[in-house]
């Protein structure tokens, strides 16, 4: 006589636990699109990162700073790339390090591959380490200055020119420069209509 009353009661219980599941579900939803502001934020607090749009060079002064820059052959720095990423994509460097010269010019490229097939939208946030190397690399060249917009299972190449000051401190021989790339405007790429197929990229072997 009572199991009627039990079974409402347990689907009563049941409803209340896909209430509470689905709170949990929009909420993480909504933080996943709050990460970007709120990274930049805490940036911009605690300086851990130098945000792109800090350390964009306008171009002709870029070029300027390049020509009237003399080259330090008598000195060596390496110059290693990092990558990370949030989001659906495949994001690293082509090559895991390099050997430069104090005022010369320089790129390393980046590879991005959209591993949907939707559209999205992408933003790099640069960092630098030691913290303190990061006013002497001057980037002429980077797609981190803006927001890049890829297809669906879309591969491209971003160059990154840039040249290290000679009046880069002597106890700096290394410097790591890092990229973070999120994944941005996730509600625009929902609504995007799916084209083409995956491309399969092979992993840089260096």
């Known amino acids: 006589m009572n199991e009627p009353l039990n079974t409402q009661e347990r689907k009563s219980d049941n409803s ?3 209430g509470k599941l689905l709170m949990v579900a929009i909420l993480m939803f909504g933080f996943g699109f709050a990460l970007v502001p709120f990274y930049e934020k805490i940036c911009e607090v605690t300086g851990i990162n130098v945000l792109a749009r800090k350390d964009k060079l306008n171009y ?3 070029r300027e700073f390049a020509k009237n820059t003399q080259v330090d052959t008598s000195r060596s720095i390496t110059i290693e790339f990092d990558a990370n990423v949030q989001g659906a994509m495949v994001f690293k460097p082509k090559v895991a390090h390099m050997k430069v010269h104090p005022g010369e010019l320089a790129t390393v490229t980046y590879e991005v591959v959209n591993a949907t097939n939707h559209q999205l939208v992408g933003q790099a ?13 001057k980037k002429l060249e980077c797609f981190c200055f803006q927001q ?13 020119v840039f ?9 700096i021989a290394t410097i790591t420069l890092s990229y973070t790339f999120f994944e941005v405007g996730g509600l625009k790429a929902a609504q995007a209509v799916p084209t083409g197929s995956l491309q399969i990229v092979p992993r840089a072997g260096g």
């Open 16 to 18: 209340r636990m896909m």
């Open 60 to 62: 002709a002064e870029a």
């Open 125 to 137: 946030i640069p960092s630098y380490a030691p913290r303190h190397s990061a006013s002497h690399f």
């Open 148 to 160: 890049q917009e890829l297809k669906g299972s879309e591969r491209r190449e971003f160059p990154v």
């Open 163 to 171: 040249v290290i000051d000679p009046k880069l401190p002597s106890d």
